[in-house]
């Protein structure tokens, strides 16, 4: 089965630093694009990050020089390195699947979430 | 790209058809996709490109539109329908999602 697990999340301080990691099995993890997408508490999804096959990365400006997006194909593992956090970076952060050369441009299958908390 | 849904709440009941629309702000072609998103689990692909039905996804579920305007529609409502739907362009980065249209019971 396609499975994607994120870990890495907790409680920190303002100003503080998080790094998220999402494993991936069951797929062929170097053939994809990967995504990272939060959910502040009681609000809707939030894309914040993407990074192609190729290693080129893409981010949403709320996050942009913050947050840095990465993957170790050997380890079939995502990552989310998050700096200067701030209370408003508070939620649910979600790894999800993007696509693969010739398919289409959506986010199948998504982790379960890990929770981020910035608070003094 | 700015997605705008409507509604942001519907309530309906078993075996209504209900039908969510999106509008984005410029033309995004058929690079639509809507997800189903249940309390404290993570958002699920039901159709993508627009009108294509993820696999496994219950044939009631259908999607239409290009351009700027988008719908979702679920024929004949059953119980594990009732959640929360997102539409999200994959159009160009950032890859934004509407505000969301949460369904309920009636």
């Known amino acids: 089965d396609v499975q994607l697990v994120e870990s890495g999340g907790g409680l920190v301080q303002p100003g503080g630093s998080l790094r998220l990691s999402c494993a991936a099995s069951g797929f062929n993890f170097n053939n994809f694009w990967m995504h990272w997408v939060r959910q502040l508490p009681g609000k809707g999804l939030e894309w914040i990050s993407r990074?192609?096959?190729?290693?080129?990365?893409s981010y949403a400006e709320s996050v942009k020089g913050r947050f840095t997006i990465s993957r170790d194909d050997a380890k079939n593992t995502l990552y989310l390195q998050m700096n200067s956090l701030r209370a408003d970076d508070s939620g649910l952060y979600f790894c999800a699947r993007g696509a693969m050369a010739g398919t289409w441009p959506a986010f199948d299958p998504w982790g379960q979430g890990t929770l981020v908390t910035v608070s003094s | 790209i700015q997605m705008t849904q409507s509604p942001s709440s519907l309530s309906a009941s078993i075996g209504d058809r209900v039908i969510i629309t999106c509008r984005a702000s410029q033309r995004i072609s058929t690079y639509l996709n809507w997800y189903q998103q249940k309390p404290g689990t993570a958002p699920k692909l039901l159709i993508y490109?627009?009108?294509s039905v993820q696999s496994g996804v219950p044939s009631r579920f259908s999607g239409s539109g290009s351009g700027t305007d988008f719908t979702l529609t679920i024929n004949s409502l059953q119980p594990e329908d009732f959640a929360t739907y997102y539409c999200?362009?994959?159009?160009?980065?950032?890859?934004?999602f509407g505000q969301g249209t949460k369904l309920e019971i009636k």
């Open positions: 990074i192609n096959y190729d290693g080129t990365t």
């Open positions: 490109g627009s009108s």
């Open positions: 999200q362009q994959s159009y160009s980065t950032p890859y934004t």
